[in-house]
């Protein structure tokens, strides 16, 4: 019923710059808070940034004032600006949905989102 289908990632150098798409299908897009997590190996699954409804973005510390979450309701679509990055910033990166609308409420914990994008490599070497 409902889709998240990521794209943008990739391997590049430690400094440069990719974009993350998510495109969303099979829900009202615009009243859901939309989120990015990304899990590297060995480690848990974390938050990294997230906007809602009413496009308040939220990030965690490591990637303030280097990555920009930004919505465009028209295309279904958010996207994740990565600049500057960091050999630990690799990470296998995915959007999500929100469960519930008009909520930004535990927007930085898993159990907020109830449905999941495959997934994209983000690999930043040294």
């Known amino acids: 019923q409902v889709q998240l289908v990521e794209s943008g990632g990739g391997l590049v150098q430690a400094g440069d710059s990719l974009r993350l798409s998510c495109a969303a299908s099979?829900?009202?897009?615009?009243?859901?808070?939309m989120a990015w997590f990304r899990q590297a190996p060995g480690k848990e699954r974390e938050f990294v940034a997230a906007?809602?409804?009413?496009?308040?973005?939220y990030y965690t510390d490591s990637v303030k004032g280097r990555f920009t979450i930004s919505r465009d309701n028209a295309k279904n679509t958010v996207y994740l600006q990565m600049n500057s990055l960091k050999p630990e910033d690799t990470a296998v990166y995915y959007c999500?949905?929100?469960?519930?609308?008009?909520?930004?409420?535990?927007?930085?914990?898993?159990?907020?989102?109830?449905?999941w994008g495959q997934g994209t490599q983000v690999t930043v070497s040294s």
């Open positions: 906007i809602s409804w009413k496009v308040r973005t």
């Open positions: 999500a949905i929100s469960a519930t609308s008009y909520s930004s409420t535990y927007y930085d914990t898993e159990r907020a989102y109830a449905y």
């Open positions: 099979g829900r009202t897009f615009s009243s859901y808070t």
